[in-house]
Nanobody, 117 residues
């Protein structure tokens, strides 16, 4: 079992920055793929970024070059640095952990990010 707790969301003006954090507990962190999804009102949840245990990252095309995902295995934490934010980035952001061997997903409770124009 994995517990995930997100923090760092909030209200920011367009062009601003936020850093989301996701602290994991309850299981081995370093062997799990971690990432962030987001869901805007009336839209499906979409993958924003993910990072493998060895640090390889992938990004949605809409955030590439603006967002950076990273992980600190010593702190059991994954981060999402969001720069040059746009109103269309407004959504609830969810952290997830994937147990690759077992094929299980774990989710955080979500954190609201609102970008004003």
């Amino acid at each position: 079992q994995v517990q995930l707790v997100e923090s760092g969301g909030g209200l920011v003006q367009a062009g601003g920055s936020l850093r989301l954090s996701c602290a994991a507990s309850g299981s081995i962190f370093s062997n799990k793929r971690m990432g962030w999804y987001r869901q805007a009102p009336g839209k499906q949840r979409e993958l924003v970024a993910a990072i493998t245990p060895d640090g390889t990252a992938i990004y949605a095309g809409s955030v590439k070059g603006r967002f950076t995902i990273s992980r600190d295995n010593a702190k059991n934490t994954v981060y999402l640095q969001m720069n040059s934010l746009k109103p269309e980035d407004t959504a609830v952001y969810y952290c997830y952990a994937e147990d690759i061997l077992k094929g299980l997903y774990y989710w955080g409770q979500g954190t609201q990010v609102t970008v004003s124009s």
